[in-house]
């Protein structure tokens, strides 16, 4: 069945990029961490007239007329948010993640105030501060790390930074974490130097919406997620609060930062947060995490090295240094055999974040395709045969990676 014939008679060129995607997702073993396969029924909201409608504001305050459906709809979304996290407040208006955290600083800083955020090698964000970001432009980035002999969140440091720099803000959670954060640590050393928390839950919200993570909400003053990764909805991100933050986390998002809302995206969250508070969400989540622990203990017993010792979460951190291979030279190997993952740095990484000792690999989308347990010893073989293998073995893998895959449809995809 072809989905896009009217895609295909008005612009064949990108029609047919669009089924070469599917494809490839439906062919592929795709092990990145912050990617997923959302639901037929979140695709198809992201489809739909609502891309057509301006509502800039809030419901019951907008500045344009025509809102009879776009009120209920972004009221449905922040009240499911709020009953699903338990939170006050939710704003759905964030484009994605980046900008969400954007609108934080713009809440709680001004220009120049320090933001004290995990170093990018350690596993933190480029929107906590680093160099290269906005944030890190306009805004004094300090940093925290992990310790050498566990790879785990360093919070002697986190303390000793937060006592001596004095930040306005606190960002806890990263892109690169295998491990359970502590945000109640993290809120004690914030209460001691006056800062604002803010607990980025981008990878783990799906997670914490399950209970397999626990939950920040209790403890940090702000809670910043996208919505498509592990949450497994469209792309696009939430912001949740306190009552006490509501007004200043709403004035930052509009008017402060963006124009009009991605209604289309904003009744796709809906969805997707419906479908987060059932039980088979909560066993799809559990099982995301019981896969990554199953692939990081084949993976150890295959030699390779995980950063931290193994996981907690859908995400593993691979060092592969003392198996002799850049971790761009395995992400291309890998892709090459149908094994899609990134590359990523390693804590105190020796090499450029352009050029890193490791990959990054994670559960949540094969999960949403029904692989299991079972399957870890196969992933974690093909991972072993690739890296550092011959090219003939990688064509090997790639032809048992798509017949394994037949197996399993993946959601949304007419196959
Ligand atoms: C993915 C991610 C973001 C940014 O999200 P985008 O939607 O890519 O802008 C922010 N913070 C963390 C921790 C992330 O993992």
Redesign the pocket.
């Known amino acids: 069945m072809d989905r896009h014939v009217e895609l295909g008679r008005t612009d064949p060129e990108i029609a047919s990029l669009v089924r070469a995607e599917e494809e490839l997702q439906q062919d592929t073993l795709r092990l990145i961490p ?1 990617e997923n396969y959302v639901s037929a029924a979140v695709l198809e909201a992201t489809g739909t007239v609502l891309t057509n409608k301006y509502s800039e504001g809030y419901p019951g305050r907008r500045y344009y007329e025509g809102q009879q459906n776009v009120d209920p709809i972004e009221n449905i979304a922040r009240e499911r948010a709020k009953s699903l996290f338990g939170v006050d407040h939710a704003n759905v208006q964030p484009y ?6 954007l609108a934080v600083y713009l809440a709680f800083a001004r220009p120049g105030d320090t933001v004290l955020g995990m170093a990018l090698p350690s596993g ?5 501060g680093w160099g290269v970001s906005a944030t890190g432009t306009w805004f004094r980035g300090v940093r925290y790390g992990v310790r050498a002999d566990t790879g785990r969140t360093d919070l002697d440091e986190v303390r000793d930074v937060a006592l001596r720099e004095r930040p306005r803000l606190i960002f806890c ?3 690169a974490v295998p491990r359970t954060v502590d945000f109640a640590a993290f809120a004690e050393i914030a209460r001691e130097v006056d800062a604002i928390l803010v607990a ?4 783990i919200a799906g997670l914490i919406a399950a209970e397999v993570h626990p939950s920040p909400v209790p403890h940090v003053d702000v809670v ?1 997620t ?1 919505t ?2 592990t949450l497994r909805g469209p ?3 939430m912001l949740m609060c306190r009552a006490e933050h509501a007004k200043a986390i709403d004035k930052a998002v509009f008017p402060g930062l963006q124009g009009g809302p991605h209604n289309h995206t904003t009744a796709a969250i809906a969805v997707a947060l419906r479908e987060a508070a059932t039980e088979d969400f909560r066993a799809y989540a559990r099982q995301v995490v019981a896969n990554a622990k199953r692939l990081g203990e084949e993976l150890a017993a295959r030699g390779f090295e995980l950063v931290s010792g193994g996981t907690d979460t859908h995400l593993l951190l691979v060092d592969l240094t003392r198996r002799g291979v850049p971790g761009k030279v395995a992400a291309r190997a890998l892709d090459r055999a149908g094994i899609v993952v990134n590359y990523n740095t390693v804590p105190f990484d020796t090499r450029s974040p352009f050029d890193p000792s490791g990959i990054r690999l994670g559960t949540p989308a094969l999960t949403s395709r029904g692989v299991g347990v079972e399957d870890m010893a196969s992933v974690a073989g093909w991972i072993d045969r690739v890296v550092g293998g011959s090219e003939a073995e990688e064509a090997r893998v790639r032809v048992e990676v798509r017949e394994f895959l037949a197996r399993f449809p993946a959601p949304g995809l007419a196959v």
Do not use: I, Q
């Open positions: 912050s994605s993640g980046s900008p969400a955290n933190g964000h480029l929107t906590h959670g990263g892109t980025d839950v981008a990878h910043s996208t498509h990764k792309r696009g991100a």
